[in-house]
């Protein structure tokens, strides 16, 4: 190794995550799970949801997933264990998307048609409630009538039921209602407004008779009606328990949201929550499972973040330019809003404190907030490693142009490749061990070692010695999108479980939830009513 290979790993070094520090990031989060259940009154929140889907619900439901960057709107069909003798679906065991001769998407025993997706603009994340709230009801009066245009007025129910997937925090008390809490994303609406009513409102100021064809909508759109409201994580993890029952052998253990945001759900006792955080209507006894939002990159981890020592001073950077700062750290390490700018900061840090080139010949833009994102990185710098071929692509981005004070050297972007490596191997190890210490918190993996048995495990287990892998349904731009890093992801779980456990079963196996947000607001409607 080159003197300065060594110096840079040196300077690079905070960034690096070793097995052991993993393994304790592991223990310590479950410790700190298992204390938010308990305790925290925004972290590992209780949902109204008590069973699973058994793969048997059927029917028809408009659907919304509404997350940090894009609204998409659709009917999603669930076809039940059995199919119509007029519906065919395409057989897919690995759960994606395909497509019928008619257009219509299927994801195992789901149809999903009609939809459409709509970046959220930026405008909409800074204004008031009702003006992001009534977009969305426009949005859903453009998918509504297109489902019913060219059908006769008498297929035209008069209610239709509708299911919500939010990619925010929320409580809830019943399965159709939830008050936000504060948003994060870039979002700045605080105001704890009623989710399912403003939803509601802003699709009523759409529903007004259409002109033309008279048979059509002569007195108005359909009325929706609030079937089932669901956290992202949540819909993901019902969505692909609906596709893929349990058996002895496999179950799907968390849901998983990965994308501009991270968040996670997974199944609880009621006995593993704090008595204040169950509803006092609730009948249920303390061994009833129930489905969590765990909402695990709030505050709350930060405790545990720094006992294992991974938050460097270019996090906290980071975090001192966010909208709010100590909000959600954890996040900030991990998730797609956040990952370019973690990049840039240790970039343009490298460039001039350790390379020590004058801040005057950087180019002007690698030196302004969020100008690298995670989508550029995974478009330019994560599909190649060759520093020569980096430089090539940079030379012709706008904004990154070769100068006469700057060239884009073999050098320098050998230090770009290495950090972005690095950023992004840290949010998948990250990502593996939460993963780990949600499992050991549920009780589906227990660790004993040198100390005993893992103490800090809390919730239900109905695993036999017969089970094979417990899955973690996946869904959101970052892991599905992003060049192997659902790869490191599955390496590291590997690893750890085998360090941890030294046992080969049960494996942790990462699946895919295509459109788990609208499919599992469906499934959640279906449970409802």
């Not at 709509?118 to 204004?127: D, Y």
């Amino acid at each position: 190794m080159s003197h300065q290979t060594a110096a840079i790993d040196d300077w690079l070094e905070p960034l690096q995550i070793s097995p052991v520090r993993l393994c304790s990031l592991v223990r310590q989060l479950s410790a700190t799970y298992s204390d938010l259940a308990l305790h925290s009154t925004d972290q590992f929140l209780a949902t109204p949801i008590t069973r699973i889907p058994t793969g048997h619900e059927t029917g028809e439901y408009l659907t919304i997933d509404l997350g940090g960057t894009n609204l998409r709107i659709a009917f999603v069909t669930l076809l039940g264990s059995s199919l119509d003798t007029q519906v065919r679906r395409p057989e897919d065991p690995t759960n994606k998307l395909s497509h019928d001769h008619k257009g219509h998407l299927f994801a195992g025993n789901v149809r999903k048609s009609h939809g459409k997706s709509w970046p959220i603009e930026e405008h909409l994340k800074v204004e008031k409630a009702e003006d992001l709230f009534g977009w969305v009801g426009e949005c859903l009066a453009e998918v509504v009538e297109a489902r019913f245009f060219h059908v006769t007025a008498e297929q035209i129910p008069n209610v239709i039921p509708l299911g919500i997937t939010f990619s925010f925090p929320m409580m809830q008390s019943t399965i159709t209602e939830a008050t936000l809490m504060p948003m994060g994303k870039g979002f700045a609406i605080t105001s704890n407004p009623d989710l399912g009513g403003m939803v509601l409102r802003g699709y009523e100021r759409y529903r007004k008779p259409c002109s033309g064809d008279g048979k059509h909508f002569s007195e108005g759109l359909p009325a929706l009606k609030i079937a089932a409201i669901s956290n992202d994580a949540v819909a993901t993890f019902l969505s692909l328990s609906y596709s893929t029952r349990a058996t002895l052998q496999s179950k799907t253990a968390i849901g998983l949201i990965l994308g501009t945001g991270c968040n996670a759900a997974v199944c609880l006792k009621l006995e593993a929550l704090g008595t204040s955080k169950r509803p006092s209507d609730w009948t249920t006894t303390d061994h009833a499972m129930l489905v969590i939002n765990t909402e695990w990159t709030l505050r709350g981890t930060t405790p545990a973040l720094c006992e294992v020592g991974l938050i460097t001073r270019w996090d906290k950077a980071l975090d001192e330019e966010s909208h709010n700062p100590g909000f959600q750290p954890f996040e900030y390490m991990t998730a797609g809003s956040y990952l370019g700018e973690v990049v840039r900061l240790v970039l343009v840090d490298t460039y001039l404190n350790f390379m020590h080139i004058d801040r005057t010949r950087l180019p002007s833009t690698l030196l302004q907030r969020q100008a690298l994102t995670t989508p550029f990185l995974a478009q330019t710098v994560a599909t190649t490693s060759e520093p020569g071929i980096l430089a090539e692509r940079l030379r012709d981005t706008r904004g990154f142009e070769e100068s006469e004070h700057w060239t884009w050297t073999v050098e320098v972007c050998a230090v770009f490749l290495k950090i972005e490596s690095l950023v992004l191997r840290r949010s998948a190890a990250m990502i593996a061990a939460a993963i780990l210490a949600l499992l050991f918190t549920s009780g589906d993996i227990v660790v004993e070692d040198a100390q005993g048995p893992n103490t800090t495990t809390r919730g239900f287990s109905d695993l036999s010695e017969s089970v094979e892998e417990l899955v973690v349904a996946y869904c959101g731009g970052l892991i599905c999108l992003y060049p192997g890093y659902r790869a490191r992801i599955q390496a590291f779980l590997d690893t750890i479980l085998q360090d941890l456990t030294q046992r080969p079963k049960p494996r942790v196996v990462l699946r895919e939830a295509s459109e788990g947000g609208m499919i599992g607001a469906g499934v959640l409607s279906a449970l409802a009513l």
